[in-house]
């Protein structure tokens, strides 16, 4: 492979000692302790840079009223592994059966320093090579065309203390706090400072700007002592039960929903942050206005001179002044200590806040800098659990499983099987897998044809952004066509505007499987790889380019698929139709 390896872990370069691995971790949170694992596992150079004195420190500040939103299900009826952590959204992926969640927590919804602990014993037990205290504080390129991708990374810590490698791996999340910034924006408390007891708002009245999940936890704290609560954000609420978004508003937080809609006072505004101004009178209070009302003041007068809406038009929605205003507008990523030769370029519109990545989660400006865990969700944004522990445990193995191919000649694992059990695989991945389950319209089954259909290969978990570059992903050949196989919502079914519970949602015959609403198995079939110009063109919403044929395997209302007329003998008679083949097994 001509990978240029150093023959030891400490180097001089510009008069600078510089200790070498090739793999720097930034981030000991989850996605940066599962990659750990992985490199770990297969016995690579690698160090992991943790910011505090023990692992997940962001969990042990927030959520701030320690009440995680990710489920912790211990019961599922089932005793196959895989399927229940479909259903256990904390666990990280290892060998190790004392490393379960539902080993740390017998709550549904933990609390966040059982997370803590969690990630510590994960850090231990398996012994990761986390080097605590250590912030990096700088980060830039040294161009060298012996390196394995044509340049070398370079890291500064807070003692100035250097270090080198060939591939970069970014776990820090998001956690710098948006701040919107608008005259008077210097009253606004922020979530990360606020009070956390109830009674220090007792009696008082109180706005909140945002409408995610944040913020709606603060006002379920204090729902119950203050005169009533507003809230205020640019956008809509959007409810996950609607979305089918596990990061929108979800049902334990939404208490302040019924107090709006029951009228108890407490309600929710739209507006854009950005034109708001506050007041702060003689007393103290907090009056809203608008920043053009300001812009168009005498700056000689005096505050009573400042025009509030009411003065204009009477009924205005928040006329009442407040006694607090809370900033609970969710987090960043961090940019600041990323050198501008890696170009590490945020997205667009409400990717933002996330750094702009491929679909294999590789940085789009700088080979070999990738990007783990929250701060990645930009590839599936609103879409996918991509920016939450039950989903990018699963994207973090699919990038260590690419650079393995790329980096040490290990192909993508794989498994060869006669054609006839090619309906039983698919039945058992799509019964049983969670990668699947919980990275729904991302991560897929790839399936091989060998030559005549004799045989298939079976590659699990891929990144189906860039099934175009498969071949050169994962070093496997895909001349014969191939079956994809994804998890799938209708395509109509999730939005903030749907309406979910409507009479008649579920589709339960075979022949309407295509019209399913619910999460459910569907198999394209390609008799050639699809092209990357291909992928680019693809239907809007579809996760991949128009197949030669495609199958949807009907919803199920308890997410088993083994019914035999109802699933399999559809899945069969497909599957024989694209290869022209029996799939029937015989028994003398």
């Known amino acids: 492979l001509g990978l240029a390896l150093y023959a030891s872990s400490l180097c001089a ?9 090739d793999y720097c ?26 910011r505090s004195h023990a692992p997940g420190s962001f969990f042990a500040l927030y959520p701030r009223h320690r009440k995680l939103i990710s489920i912790n299900k211990r019961y599922t009826g089932k005793s196959n592994s895989e399927f229940n952590l479909r259903h256990d959204w904390n666990s990280l992926l290892s060998h190790d059966r004392r490393l379960l969640f539902r080993r740390y927590s017998r709550d549904f919804f933990p609390d966040a320093d059982a997370m803590v602990r ?29 390196a394995w991708n044509g340049h070398y990374f370079l890291l500064t810590d807070q003692d100035r203390q250097n270090y080198k490698c060939s591939s970069l791996l970014v776990a820090t999340g998001t956690w710098v706090p948006n701040v919107v910034n608008f005259p008077g924006s210097e ?77 108890s006072l407490d309600g929710l505004l739209e507006g854009d942050l950005e034109d708001l101004a506050i007041i702060k009178d003689k007393k103290g209070k907090l009056h809203i206005t608008l920043r053009f009302y300001l812009e168009n003041r005498n700056t000689s007068a005096g505050i009573d001179s400042v025009t509030l809406p ?31 030769s890696l170009r590490m370029m945020p997205g667009k519109g409400n990717k933002k806040k996330y750094p702009q990545i491929k679909p294999s989660y590789e940085s789009r400006s700088t080979r070999g800098l990738f990007v783990l865990g929250t701060a990645s969700h930009s590839v599936d944004f609103r879409k996918s659990a991509g920016g939450f522990i039950h989903g990018f445990r699963y994207t973090t193995r699919a990038v260590h499983r690419l650079l393995e191919n790329r980096h ?32 729904f319209s991302i991560l897929a089954d790839i399936i091989l044809l060998r030559e005549n259909a004799t045989a298939f290969e079976y590659l699990e978990e891929y990144p189906v952004g860039v099934l175009a570059e498969l071949e050169t992903q994962t070093g496997r050949k895909a001349p014969n066509g191939l079956f994809v196989v994804i998890m799938e919502y209708g395509r109509n079914f999730s939005g903030a505007d749907k309406d979910v519970f409507y009479y008649n949602r ?19 079939y390609y008799k050639r790889l699809p092209t990357e110009r291909e992928m680019r063109l693809r239907p809007p919403d579809w ?18 698929w083994t019914a035999p007329n109802a699933h399999i003998l559809p899945l069969r008679r497909f599957l024989e139709n694209c290869l022209s083949t029996d799939l029937r097994n015989f028994f003398a």
């Open 13 to 21: 370069v510009s008069g600078a000692a510089f200790l070498y691995h």
């Open 25 to 50: 971790v930034i981030g000991a949170g989850p996605s940066g302790l599962q990659a750990a694992y992985f490199l770990q596992q297969a016995g690579r150079d690698y160090v992991v840079f943790e």
């Open 118 to 146: 969690y990630l510590e014993d994960f850090a231990s037990l398996l012994k990761l090579q986390v080097q605590y205290n250590t912030a990096i504080i700088h980060v830039t390129l040294e161009r060298d065309r012996q």
């Open 187 to 263: 009253y606004v408390e922020g979530y990360e400072t606020v009070s956390i007891n109830p009674e220090d708002f007792a009696g008082q009245t109180v706005l909140i700007l945002g409408r995610g999940n944040s913020a709606f936890e603060t006002a379920e704290n204090i729902l119950g002592v203050t005169n009533f609560i507003h809230m205020v954000s640019r956008s809509r609420v959007r409810l996950s039960w609607a979305t089918h978004y596990v990061g929108d508003l979800r049902a334990i937080n939404n208490g302040l929903l019924d107090t709006y809609q029951l009228k």
């Open 310 to 340: 009411q003065d204009e038009l009477d009924n205005f929605a928040t006329r009442a002044p407040y006694d607090r205003v809370i900033r609970c507008l969710g987090w960043k990523f961090d940019f600041s200590i990323y050198n501008r």
């Open 408 to 439: 040490h000649g290990v192909p993508w694992p794989s498994t060869v099987y006669p054609i006839t059990q090619l309906t039983n695989s698919i039945i058992k991945r799509v019964n049983e897998a969670s990668g699947l389950y919980q990275m």
């Open 506 to 524: 579920a589709v339960g015959e075979a022949q309407h499987a295509w019209q399913s609403n619910f999460l459910h198995p569907v198999i394209y």
């Open 543 to 560: 996760p991949l380019p128009r197949p030669d044929a495609v199958h949807h395997i009907v919803e199920d209302f308890l997410t088993d």
